[in-house]
């Protein structure tokens, strides 16, 4: 592991509240009642399907279907005829930056801005995160970058509806790549459920700001991430922010509940494990991207986060219920029709989003890219398991999909096969002394989430 030298925020600045967070402040002694306020909002949820911003025709979906298989035949092309110098790496990039952007805007309906954010802004951040992990760490896979990179995505794009600007601080660096370190050594079968207990309890202790030696040699690297959110954030001036750190912990920990078809588990207690787990992961984010929170972002994202829990919740629900891992849809699955939680998911969605439209009028193409995501994902995903929906529910979610229901599947088994061919050009761009990392987030985002080309962004 070697130490990083972060040319973006330099040694000995403290960081300072700006005007986003100049209203009345969010503190953690609200928790309980922010997580019992965004309960009684899904509760309230109405039943029936909420207003879509789009619907398609089958002409109109069939016309975006040729354009997606366009796209991705001459991807695969190039994927399957590596350039072996830099300059043709080069113009590999070029290539597929124009051909996703052509692609983008004739199908997704994106324009400049969402364009300039996709290729500028995420786009960089996830070339320096790529730079990093490996700097820090030579031996990492391109999974676990590209694991990491998807969340320090997410603290990008909170930057900015923060006020603040984009960029990969040595904090959302750190806080970005526990992940993979820690879901590894977590959910790997060969560690005894009470080692994970007690590492467990060893990261809580650390995160609580106790300086203890590493007891294993995985500890020595997550120490070092632990030291470089230190750096940037001083305990005695920034508290919320170990509070956040401690929160995510917690809703870990707390989660764990759910593995094994718990009896003791109701709806009622499940969907607030969900809720708790995945709104401390994004105000956890927002903390390190800004330091502090008023009121209105901390609630607004809080719901986005229990939000992205549930979504992530359906797009899994196969590998659970083989897990025997309990989330709301899962416990369902089979049981009753998927119908009813997915128009609930939909509509405390729409909830969401019209707490951050409330938000100050900051880039206003993230908000769009966030909206059409979150939609996106959730239909894509009941489209992949459509025997737990009756049919004409179904029939009706795929109206508002630019693509039909059967071309997802088909296109994101055609991706999965490219996975080796993307790692390969991935590595030797990673290897170019200039321009590491330099895939397209587009491109890029082929290889983390398949077939939520552009549209997705990172949760």
């Known amino acids: 592991m070697r130490e990083i030298a972060w040319r973006r925020l330099k040694p000995g600045v403290s960081m300072r509240s700006e005007k986003a967070t100049e209203m009345s402040e969010w503190s953690f002694e609200g928790w309980d009642e922010l997580v019992q306020e965004a309960l009684a909002e899904w509760e309230e949820c109405p039943v029936g399907l909420p207003p879509f911003k789009e619907t398609f025709t089958v002409a109109e979906q069939i016309d975006r279907e040729a354009r997606l298989a366009e796209f991705l035949k001459s991807v695969e092309g190039d994927l399957r005829r590596p350039p072996r110098t830099k300059a043709g790496r080069n113009a590999l990039r070029e290539r597929l930056t124009s051909g996703f952007e052509r692609f983008a805007r004739a199908t997704l309906n994106l324009g400049d801005a969402h364009l300039g954010l996709l290729n500028g802004g995420f786009s960089a951040i996830g070339t320096e995160m790529a730079r990093g992990a490996r700097r820090f760490d030579p031996s990492i896979s391109p999974d676990d970058i590209f694991q990491a990179t998807r969340n320090a995505w997410t603290a990008g794009g909170l930057q900015v509806l923060l006020g603040r600007e984009m960029r990969l601080t040595p904090a959302i660096f750190a806080y970005s790549m526990l992940y993979p370190y820690t879901d590894n050594y977590i959910d790997d079968t060969a560690v005894a459920s009470e080692e994970k207990r007690k590492f467990d309890s060893r990261i809580r202790q650390r995160l609580c700001g106790e300086m203890m030696a590493p007891a294993r040699e995985g500890e020595t690297t997550l120490w070092q991430l632990f030291e470089m959110i230190e750096r940037q954030y001083c305990r005695a001036d920034w508290p919320e922010v170990y509070e956040s750190l401690l929160k995510i912990q917690q809703g870990q920990e707390n989660s764990m509940r759910q593995r094994g078809w718990s009896h003791a588990l109701g709806e009622a207690d499940i969907l607030k494990l969900s ?24 609630h607004f994202l809080f719901r986005w986060g229990a939000l992205l829990q549930l979504v992530d919740d359906l797009q899994d629900i196969r590998q659970d219920r083989r897990e025997h891992s309990l989330t709301i849809f899962s416990a369902a699955a089979g049981r009753v029709p998927l119908d009813e939680l997915t128009t609930r998911t939909l509509s405390f969605g729409q909830k969401a989003m019209r707490r951050m439209e409330q938000m100050p009028g900051r880039c206003q193409a993230l908000k769009e890219m966030i909206q059409q995501s979150y939609m996106s994902l959730l239909i894509w995903s009941a489209g992949e398991c459509g025997e737990l929906y009756t049919r004409g529910y179904l029939a009706e979610l795929e109206t508002h999909s630019p693509f039909r229901f059967a071309c997802v599947v088909q296109r994101r088994k055609q991706l999965g096969k490219l996975k080796g061919p993307l790692e390969r050009v991935f590595e030797a761009f990673l290897e170019d002394e200039e321009e590491c990392g330099g895939l397209s987030l587009g491109v890029g985002t082929l290889i983390t989430s398949p077939l939520q080309i552009g549209c997705n962004y990172p949760g």
């Open 275 to 298: 809720f708790e787990k995945g709104g401390a992961s994004v105000l956890a984010d927002g903390y390190l991207a800004a330091g502090r929170l008023s009121n209105e972002e901390a």
